[in-house]
């Protein structure tokens, strides 16, 4: 059997997700392009930007996950646990697109199981993690990795979900090389709080989590205090749930807003929680 050394960590079929109508490759920038020294000293920049990337090129990296044992690589890690993952997010993610709440409620879980190791398996997402232990093999990273991969999903699913549609606007959602990004207007990207690889804490009342799910729809998480009163300092840390039974249910959407390109972009924004 064949190793698989150059790994997605972004999923092609979620890529898929934002091709243009009739078009089946991507316009991808790279906005820290390799560059190269030459004989004579100079140091020139690469090509940064192509209109027609396949998913096979992008987002992809060698050896993120490979494990090591000697001279012996090993790709189970892509394999096996990613295999899965994929093959469950693929469903739920299209699931949450739709409108089927039956849908919703089957793939509620493994939804929120794949943001979550969507958001560790990115080579940011790794970075983090290094960052929490400077000292651990590429070995050890993946058996963390693997370790806390569901780290977020108790502060997401207590949270106020919406999908916000552009169905009906030319201006789309995009993605980028860490799809699962964090955004507290009080931490600008400036802040150290936001220095690579830092975002600012899911757990902070004012952080929302944003996720385009494709080209047309963007999902935004928002803790319950923050969305019950914007007013509230966007820095302290969200009320923890105590020892009380909890329930989830999902209903029906319950309407949608409009709103006009003056105030957002995309010009159409519609909202819809579940």
């Not at 027609?52 to 044992?69: C, G, H, I, V």
């Not at 469903?91 to 039956?102: H, P, S």
């Not at 302290?236 to 949608?256: M, V």
């Amino acid at each position: 059997m064949s190793i698989t050394r150059n790994n997605h960590y972004v999923p092609q079929w979620y890529q898929q997700g934002f091709f243009e109508p009739g078009c089946s490759s991507l316009a991808y920038v790279d906005t820290t392009p390799d560059r190269k020294v030459l004989a004579d000293g100079r140091v020139i920049t690469q090509r940064g930007a192509w209109d027609s990337t396949p998913t096979s090129l992008a987002f992809r990296q060698k050896d993120l996950y490979s494990t090591f044992f000697g001279t012996s690589v090993n790709d189970e890690i892509e394999r096996r646990l990613f295999g899965d993952v994929d093959a469950r997010g693929s469903q739920a993610v299209r699931a949450f697109i739709g409108t089927d709440i039956g849908e919703w409620h089957d793939h509620f879980q493994d939804f929120f199981e794949f943001l979550d190791i969507q958001k560790l398996r990115t080579p940011k997402g790794l970075d983090w993690l290094k960052a929490q232990y400077p000292n651990l093999t590429q070995n050890e990273l993946m058996f963390e990795m693997q370790g806390i991969c569901m780290l977020h999903c108790a502060i997401w699913v207590g949270g106020v979900p919406e999908i916000v549609s552009a169905e009906d606007s030319d201006v789309k959602f995009i993605t980028s090389d860490h799809p699962v990004t964090i955004y507290n207007h009080a931490v600008p990207p400036t802040d150290g709080a936001c220095a690579y690889p830092l975002d600012p804490g899911i757990a902070l009342r004012g952080s929302q989590t944003l996720y385009p799910m494709d080209r047309d729809h963007c999902l935004i998480l928002t803790n319950l205090e923050y969305a019950k009163d914007p007013r509230t300092d966007p820095l302290q840390k969200r009320t923890f749930a105590r020892n009380y039974r909890c329930h989830l249910r999902t209903k029906s959407p319950s309407g949608s807003r409009q709103r006009p390109h003056r105030q957002f972009a995309p010009s159409a924004l519609s909202h819809r929680p579940w």
